[in-house]
């Protein structure tokens, strides 16, 4: 048995952030709804308990509270911002509107380092978000750091094992925000730090079988390393129960449609239909230009493929998605908790729906780091581990202008030298993106002693950390060189290239 860590969920988008951490520190951890019966909760027996922020007003009528046992129980607690001011309302203190509301840097002060802030420098960086504060507290509090603002951004109760900040421990802009954490797991919970990504795969396997039974289940294949890990889990809970299809659309990159088929059906030996759909899309694409129209037409287009093909399955009751949290807009709890709303973003769009298949998203709750964790735990190829994110209406929207064969085909031969010198270099791992598209403009060129009029290549490489932002890649000039020298030597029908240098905002990462 693991030793457990509960979450409880009071309503903040950060919820899955603080599980997160907690994983990455080795412990085993479940996120609760905030009105989970407390005895079942204390029967798990936890090795502490985290409550998280969230939305509510601690005084305001119907805000989520807990029961005073809760802190009683002899369990350590740690209240994070919201889940602090509960403890102040529930052990005495009082909460309210703060005279000055908190968001964002702040520096806190350690004025008791008293386990919590162990090891830790005397002032350090948090990250604020509140507009409540507990205001004061009874002597049973010992306030254990400050901040410009409040004498108590950090306490801790006197005699029971309660610990509260009023910031977030748990977000990027807190630096020493794990090694808090790790204190509270390590030196206050009194973890052992025994969970391992190994773990969660035996967990999910056997969640997964339970779930399935004797049923079976399809999934869309792309290739890309969530849906390969989601294949992966499946194909290790029910083996050939799982149904895989790859739809070959056309507008892969180089290689793409064989390498899945390799990796999955020859290595793994996974069920997998390989669907041969090139010239249906292409001829769905034929004359159309605006960016809009081409992923319309590609996602029905794919769903319709998809239908037939799922149609021709016997058996099948669910449908496997690799969606991740970052997927999941508009966080907050799964179970409806005090603002649930939740809204899926579905990388098939509308499947589920018109299929009435039930979902399947074992990485639902999972960060793209951790994917790639669990792909390596389950051996997945760096090819595919370390695989960009790919658009699913793919190299159509990175070939500006008509889409047709002969346009992909200098495309993907372009993007390849892209690919294959960046990997060269040593640089892939630092980009989020790097590949090629093909412009709607011919230029004149001069070669040999003839004069040329072809397409025009943009090579783009970008750094984020999660395609929500993105600045240019400072490329060394050395590297591009060999690019653009190599697409316009070797792919016949390209006389220039040039260097995307946009950002984002105000450019996207794609082209379309
Ligand atoms: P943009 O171009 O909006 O892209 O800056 C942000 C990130 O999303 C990827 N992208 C897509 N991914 N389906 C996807 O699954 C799509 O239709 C799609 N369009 C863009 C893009 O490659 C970048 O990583």
């Known amino acids: ?125 948090v990250w604020n978000s509140h507009g409540d504060s507990v205001t004061s507290l009874s002597e049973e509090f010992l306030p254990l750091a400050a901040t410009e603002n409040t004498s108590l951004a950090a306490v801790r109760h006197r005699s029971l094992p309660f610990y509260g900040v009023q910031f977030h421990p748990e977000v990027a802009h807190t630096p020493l925000g794990g090694e808090i954490l790790s204190n509270f797991l390590y030196k206050i919970c009194g973890c052992e730090g025994t969970w391992r990504v190994a773990d969660y795969v035996e967990e999910t396997t056997a969640s997964l079988r339970d779930r399935v039974g004797d049923r079976g289940v399809v999934c869309a294949l792309s290739g890309g390393v969530d849906s390969s890990v989601v294949a992966l889990l499946l194909h290790r809970a029910i083996g050939p129960q799982l149904h895989c299809i790859f739809v070959d659309n056309g507008v892969v990159r180089k290689g793409e449609a064989e390498q899945v088929v390799q990796t999955f059906r020859d290595h793994y030996h996974i069920n997998l239909k390989a669907v041969d759909a090139r010239k249906r899309f292409l001829d769905r694409l034929k004359g159309i230009t605006d960016p809009e129209e081409k992923r319309i037409r590609i996602g029905h287009l794919f769903i319709e493929i998809f239908e037939e093909e799922a149609k021709h399955l016997k058996g099948i009751e669910f449908l496997a998605q690799g969606t991740l949290y970052p997927d999941v807009i508009e966080s907050v709890s799964a179970w409806g908790g005090p603002t649930a709303k939740i809204k899926s973003h579905h990388n098939v769009g509308g499947l589920p729906e018109k299929l009435g298949f039930k979902l399947v998203e074992p990485l639902r709750f999972m960060f793209k780091d951790e994917v790639r964790r669990v792909g390596t735990a389950l051996g997945l190829p760096d090819a595919i581990l370390w695989r960009q994110p790919f658009p699913g209406p793919g190299l159509a929207v990175r070939c500006l202008g008509e889409v047709t064969e002969e346009r992909l085909s200098l495309l993907r031969d372009a993007d390849s030298i892209v690919t294959s010198e960046i990997e060269s270099a040593g640089l892939s791992r630092g980009l989020w993106q790097y590949f090629a598209a093909l412009l709607p403009v011919r230029s004149v060129g001069v070669m040999g002693d003839e004069r040329t009029y072809q397409e025009c290549i943009a090579i783009r490489c970008v750094t984020s950390s999660d395609g929500m932002t993105a600045d240019w890649a400072r490329l060394p000039y050395d590297v591009l060189a060999r690019i653009a020298n190599r697409i316009v030597n070797e792919v016949k029908g390209i006389n220039r290239a040039v260097y995307d240098v946009s950002s984002k905002p105000p450019g996207t990462i794609e082209w379309e």
């Open 1 to 125: 048995m693991n030793e457990l860590i509960a979450i409880l969920d009071f309503g903040s988008q950060y919820n899955q952030l603080i599980a997160r951490r907690v994983r990455e520190l080795n412990v085993y951890c479940e996120i609760f709804p905030f009105n989970t019966d407390l005895d079942a909760l204390l029967a798990r027996k936890p090795r502490g308990i985290i409550l998280s922020g969230g939305p509510s007003s601690v005084y305001a009528p119907g805000a989520p509270k807990v029961e005073a046992k809760l802190f009683k129980a002899g369990v350590p607690v740690l209240g994070i911002c919201y889940g602090m001011q509960l403890a102040a309302d529930v052990l005495g203190g009082q909460v309210k509107a703060a005279p000055a509301r908190e968001y964002g840097a702040a520096k806190l002060r350690v004025t008791c380092a008293e386990k919590l802030f162990e090891g830790l420098p005397a002032e350090l960086e």
